[in-house]
């Protein structure tokens, strides 16, 4: 079972919808991260979370906008999208702080349609 | 920059027998840590094993298992006694520390595909 809770786990919305993914851990982690995956590509990267502050944004269009409420809790706000923002959205977390080598967990991820 | 590397894109293997995967990387750090992730059809990512680069046996988990070369910068997976539920995505990734956050640069993976 993923200690890594995604919702929705599927999301269709129009080029002029907003919305919002939200991602929940109860594992007491202090980093929290977004991640896009293509089909057939790995995940990459698109912000960073450490103790509640955006440490890593990987130059994302600002359509993206990712907000932590909590330590707990990490939301991504969609706006105004387009068709190859279609993806899915892997949250994950870890213990965080300067100390490499945290493994980083991974939720099951929302996948995302603009039409 | 850190690259990872893996050069088999799909694998294919009777169930109950042995598979390697390979993986290499680049770096100029001297202590860093390396994944394997999988990735079933339900699109999780599921940490595999990991190894720690100043460590010099190689992991296991099970029936997974490291090979290890810091001189040659390669990390394989090795999987015995391989299982129907082992078929899935597998993607090898480099840590590195950048802006005060944990950053994962994975491979393009491997598609491994385990036949009854």
């Known amino acids: 079972d993923t200690e890594v809770t995604q919702t929705p786990k599927h999301l269709v919305m129009g080029m002029t919808n907003k919305k919002s993914l939200k991602c929940e851990q109860h594992m007491g982690h202090r980093a929290m991260y977004w991640y896009k995956q293509k089909a057939k590509k790995p995940p990459e990267l698109m912000f960073v979370y450490s103790y509640e502050k955006l440490s890593i944004n990987e130059s994302v269009p600002s359509r993206f906008s990712p907000e932590c409420p909590n330590s707990s809790l990490l939301n991504l706000h969609l706006h105004a999208l387009q068709p190859e923002d279609s993806a899915l959205y892997l949250c994950?977390?870890?213990?965080?702080?300067?100390?490499?080598?945290?493994?980083?967990?991974f939720g099951e991820g929302s996948w995302l349609t603009v039409v | 920059a850190q690259t990872v590397t893996q050069s088999q894109p799909e694998m294919s293997v009777q169930e109950a027998e042995t598979v390697t995967l390979s993986c290499t990387y680049d770096?100029?750090?001297?202590?860093?840590?390396l994944f394997w992730y999988k990735q079933p059809p339900s699109r999780q990512m599921i940490l595999v094993i990991r190894?720690?680069?100043?460590?010099?046996q190689n992991a296991t988990e099970n029936r997974f298992s490291v090979n290890f070369q810091k001189a040659a910068k390669s990390f394989s997976l090795k999987i015995s006694d391989s299982q129907l539920g082992d078929t899935a995505m597998y993607f090898c990734a480099f840590m590195r520390i950048i802006q005060g956050a944990q950053k994962l640069v994975f491979g393009q993976g491997t598609r491994l595909t385990i036949n009854p």
């Open positions: 190894q720690e680069a100043y460590k010099q």
């Open positions: 994950a977390s870890s213990r965080g702080g300067l100390v490499a080598g945290n493994t980083i967990y």
């Open positions: 770096t100029s750090e001297s202590n860093y840590y």
